[in-house]
């Protein structure tokens, strides 16, 4: 099991930038892909954005494509979100999360995961 622990929500305008941080420990975390996943109040957890082991290939739904950037930096056992031109409708709470298995479908499904931080606030006003 790998322990995550995401920080960096808050409360932004719209338009307005942030950036979540998740921290990993407990597994080998650079040997696996890493997921964002958001949920808002009432609806489903949902997938954001997803990255592979070693950073080179990256995945986002269509609603947050060329507004957030998911990277990662091994050495620090991180992974993070940078979240620009937000959207009222990208208030929610944003959770990272470690596949089951060493890889996950495109786009992935949150049952694929099983590891998950406590989540961080993203809320943005009108």
């Known amino acids: 099991q790998v322990q995550l622990v995401e920080s960096g929500g808050g409360l932004v305008q719209a338009g307005g930038s942030l950036r979540l941080s998740c921290a990993a420990s407990?597994?080998?975390?650079?040997?696996?892909?890493m997921g964002w996943f958001r949920q808002a109040p009432g609806k489903e957890r949902e997938y954001v954005a997803a990255?592979?082991?070693?950073?080179?290939?990256?995945y986002y739904a269509d609603s947050v494509r060329g507004r957030f950037t998911i990277s990662r930096d091994n050495a620090k056992n991180a992974v993070y979100l940078q979240m620009n031109s937000l959207k009222p409708e990208d208030t929610a709470v944003y959770y990272c999360?470690?596949?089951?298995?060493?890889?996950?479908?495109?786009?992935?499904?949150?049952?694929?995961?099983?590891?998950w931080g406590q989540g961080t606030q993203v809320t943005v006003s009108s």
């Open positions: 999360a470690a596949p089951i298995g060493d890889s996950f479908a495109v786009p992935p499904s949150p049952t694929e995961f099983g590891s």
């Open positions: 407990g597994r080998t975390f650079r040997r696996y892909a």
């Open positions: 990255i592979s082991w070693n950073g080179r290939n990256t």
